[in-house]
Structure formats: structure tokens, C-alpha cells
């Protein structure tokens, strides 16, 4: 009965480290959404002000000024198919003959497969259109392409905000069931999970936000595309958890998150 009492007691502390260390996670993820979260609208308005952006004319284009559009002509170095990225994907790079304005003097890349790659040569010219530090478009005899890159990650950051905030709610939930069976056991209560977890419900949990955040497609802009985002995310991935959750809900399941540790 002793060695029992004593197991029962080094349970109900070991459950209570283990809430420490969830709401503690919680704590770190609730920062870090906040720290994404800022960055939201200093990233809309950069995208905003490259959406507004005009052609440089005038004094713009002699002093090369950065808030407009501007167009550089310059004779192609080099232009070849080449491996990127880890997976080595194939691109085909071009560089420009300086000297060149920044950032028309970095070697950019067209789609292999596109009809500008198929004829920009070395020796020849080429207009590229830059904003700021962005290389925006390349133009060859009236056939264009638009260059990867642009302003466009205000939707990523509402997305990487959403996953966070939505982790810290789940470390929270976790740190609550700890806590919960650390109180049971000591007192000497059995442990009945109030929330079952199995894989099913774990996926639907865990892995249903981010997967809503990052693969949700926007056509929209700016403030719009973030607004569009927290709706599609709240429509798809909080009915799927709440469901997850509710489902078989007095249901047998492990006790902890990667176990069952979430139940509350």
C-alpha cells in the first residue's frame, strides 16, 4: 500500500513537471505568434506600396530612385540552364553585362520551359524592370516574363500567426489535462481522460491548421488576401478540430498529446 501511495505521488509530480513544460511551450509559442503577428501589417504595407508602385520617369530615373518602377537595358553575359535550389531544380539563369544598376546586376531566373529562355542569348538585349531591391519583370523584342519573388508574403505571415496562436492553444490544453491528472493522482483518484486521442484525432488537431494556412489558395491582395486567409482558415481547420475533439468524446484514448497528453 505504501510503495503504491509512493508511486501514485511520484506520478502525480511527474504530471505536474510535464504541465510546467506545456504551459511553458504555450508561453514561448504565444510569443513567437506575437512576433509574427507584427510583422503582418509592416509586410502589407510593403506590398502595398509595390502594388501602387509607377514607372520612375524623369529625375526618378536618373538618380534610380526606389519607390518607382524602374526599366534598365542591358546587354545578356551569360544565359544558361542550371541546377537550384537542394533539390536542384532545373532554372535558366541570366546575367547581365555591367555595369548595371542594383538589383539588375543579379543574375535572375526564367522558366526553363518559357518562351523567353528559348530566346535571350548571350549578346543580346534584354529591359528588366526593378522596385527597390526587387527584380520584377524581364522583356525581350515584346515578349515578357514576370520574375518569381515579388512583395507577396503578408498571407504567409497571417498563416504562420494563425499556426502559432493556434499550437499555443493546444500546449495550453495539454499544460490543463496535465495538471488535471497530476491532482487526480494525487489525491488517488483514477485518471479518465475527459477527451480521447487517438491518431485520427491528433492529425485533425495538429496538423488540419497549418495544412489550412499554408496550402489555402488567395487571389486577393494586401489586406484582403489576409482577411480571406483568417476566414478560410476559421471555416476549414476550427470545425475540423472542434469535431475532432468532440468525437467520441468519453471514448478510451491515451493520456497524453503525442499520447493523449491534450485531454482536459
Known sequence: MALETTGARE?????????????????????????????????IAYEESFLAARPCAG????????????TTRATVLSARPAKSGPKKATIFEVRLRGPVPAPADQPFHLDPDGE?????????????????????????????????????????YVGLTLVGVWLTGVAFIAAFGSARRAR?????????????????????VVVVPPAVS???LTVWDAWVAAGMTVA???LIAFPA???ALRWDRDGPGPASLTAGSGTA
Not at 19 to 33: K, P
Open 116 to 156: 523567353l529562355s528559348r530566346r535571350v542569348e548571350p549578346g543580346e538585349e534584354v529591359e528588366v524592370v526593378t522596385w527597390r531591391d526587387v527584380q520584377v519583370s524581364v522583356r525581350q523584342d515584346g515578349v515578357g516574363e514576370t520574375l518569381p519573388g515579388l512583395p507577396d508574403e503578408a498571407t504567409m
Open 214 to 216: 499554408f496550402f489555402c
Open 232 to 234: 478560410i482558415w476559421a
Open 11 to 43: 506520478r502525480a509530480r511527474g504530471e505536474g513537471w510535464e504541465a510546467v513544460g506545456w504551459a511553458l511551450l504555450g508561453v514561448v509559442l504565444l510569443a513567437l505568434s506575437f512576433a509574427l503577428g507584427s510583422q503582418v501589417p509592416q509586410q
Open 59 to 70: 529625375e526618378q530615373v536618373e538618380r534610380g530612385t526606389a519607390a518607382c518602377l524602374r
Open 241 to 243: 478540430t472542434f469535431a
Open 184 to 204: 487526480c493522482r494525487a489525491a488517488g483518484r483514477p485518471v479518465t481522460p475527459r477527451v480521447g486521442f487517438g491518431m485520427a484525432k491528433i492529425l485533425c
